[in-house]
T-cell receptor, first 116, second 115 residues
């Protein structure tokens, strides 16, 4: 079945450091890929998405590129801030052509802590 | 803007008790869903609805019931709670029933413990 694997956290960085959170997936065909973020005490929010191979999703300084050859969708940011401290979830939805339904498959989440 | 509102935020139940987790959204979204989040397992879909009067099962529906009598509300019922249902529950909605995955709006979650 479909699955999403994320690097375990917590990831602790100093402010202005470079961030990478790894995400790899297993799915039939060409799924759509997402990153969601959960700030403390809040629900998940869509951060960015990519719907086909080589697409780059970007938002709020975060980027992720859909790599079909490595089945990856790593999240990156060049300079993190304390306000980026949150839990980040990678997710996929299988394409309609391969039976994708009304369901997102989520990874386990990676907690990011950014310190001054 | 209220968005997606879940109540209660925390709940402790004894095995065998019943309860309802409430979810309401004020965005006129057609699509609503319930997920549970367990350590090391990510979020898993319990039930979903594409409109009033229409519900369907997700990947882990056993032990849970839902109904959708209005567009705004989508309650999740536990008829006889079990310790395996200890989890954090998230309600999520979307404006598009055709592509609900495009942007889901989540509530802040309900932490449920079953003793």
């Amino acid at each position: 079945g479909d699955s999403v694997t994320q690097m375990e956290g917590p990831v602790t960085l100093s402010e202005e450091a470079f961030l990478t959170i790894n995400c790899t997936y297993t799915a039939t065909g060409y799924p759509s890929l997402f990153w969601y973020v959960q700030y403390p005490g809040e629900g998940l929010q869509l951060l960015l998405k990519a719907t086909k191979a080589d697409d780059k999703g970007s938002n709020k300084g975060f980027e992720a590129t859909y790599r079909k050859e490595t089945t990856s969708f790593h999240l990156e940011k060049g300079s993190v801030q304390v306000s980026d401290s949150a839990v980040y979830f990678c997710a996929l939805r299988r394409s309609i052509l391969t039976g994708g339904g009304n369901k997102l498959t989520f990874g386990t989440g990676t907690q990011l802590k950014v310190e001054l | 803007n209220a968005g997606v509102t879940q109540t209660p935020k925390f709940q402790v139940l004894k095995t065998g008790q019943s309860m309802t987790l409430q979810c309401a959204q004020d965005m006129n979204h057609e699509y609503m869903s319930w997920y549970r989040q367990d350590p090391g397992m990510g979020l898993r879909l319990i039930h979903y609805s594409v409109g009033a009067g229409i519900t369907d099962q997700g990947e882990v529906p056993n032990g849970y019931n839902v109904s959708r009598s209005t567009t705004e509300d989508f309650p999740l019922r536990l008829l006889s709670a079990a310790p395996s249902q200890t989890s954090v529950y998230f309600c999520a909605s979307s404006y598009s029933q055709a592509s609900p995955w495009e942007k889901l709006f989540f509530g802040s979650g309900t932490q449920l413990s079953v003793l």
